[in-house]
């Protein structure tokens, strides 16, 4: 069975511009978190989407968004990019209440 | 503010040795997760502990979760250098896929 899968693995965007990147979750499953990963604050929570429905929303600006698809594959875009916003982007799906499987992210750098 | 402290943030010992990581919270939670974390991927789950007081045994690690449910340890027996990675400890708090993330335990088990 394959494991979430994130594209693209590695992103270099400029300040000002905006990104999207892409999570497809394991057969299956229908829900799907966000999560930003940076040696400073760590591990935090963007949003989750189950059933093309935002279900939870962390504290991150308007600038953070995402979508899911009738599929179950997500996105999420990131809109006026600015330097701190360069981070490891983690994928999550999940099936049964609270177990998550995690995909390797995008590493995100904003030059 | 943190709200799930994780300690030490660094540990480098001897392979063979035993160590503890704590995990500490002044809010209660629904279930509390461990995580290991290798450079270049996601986090992949250990355990959950649900009940207050719960000790789970994975091969060389017991995890134990707090009384009070605030609170939990991760203990490794005879550490292996395939023991070396970022340790997360994680809380379920306002929803099931919506985690709260320490700032992680790294540790290094050298040969």
Not at chain 1, 6 to 14: A, E, H, N, S, V
Not at chain 1, 25 to 47: E, K
Not at chain 2, 26 to 43: C, D, K, N, T
């Amino acid at each position: 069975k394959a494991g979430v899968t994130q594209t693209p693995r590695y992103l270099i965007k400029t300040r000002g511009q905006q990104v999207t990147l892409s999570c497809s979750p394991i057969s299956g499953h229908r829900s799907v978190s966000w999560y930003q990963q940076t040696p400073g604050q760590g591990l935090q929570f963007l949003f989750e989407y189950f059933s093309e429905t935002q279900r939870n929303k962390g504290n991150f600006p308007g600038r953070f968004s995402g979508r899911q698809f009738s599929n179950s594959r997500s996105e999420m875009n990131v809109s006026t990019l600015e330097l701190g916003d360069s981070a490891l982007y983690l994928c999550a799906s999940s099936l049964e209440h609270e177990k998550l499987f995690f995909g390797s992210g995008t590493q995100l750098s904003v030059l | 503010t943190q709200l799930l402290e994780q300690s030490p943030q660094f540990l480098s010992i001897q392979e063979g040795e035993n160590l503890t990581v704590y995990c500490n919270s002044s809010s209660v939670f629904s279930s509390l997760q461990w995580y290991r974390q290798e450079p270049g991927e996601g986090p992949v789950l250990l355990v959950t502990v649900v009940t207050g007081g719960e000790v789970k045994k994975l091969k060389r690690l017991t995890f134990q979760f707090g009384d009070a449910r605030k609170d939990s340890s991760l203990h490794i027996t005879a550490a292996q250098p395939g023991d070396t990675g970022l340790y997360l400890c994680a809380g379920a708090l306002g929803g099931a896929q919506k985690l709260v993330f320490g700032q992680g335990t790294r540790l290094t088990i050298n040969p």
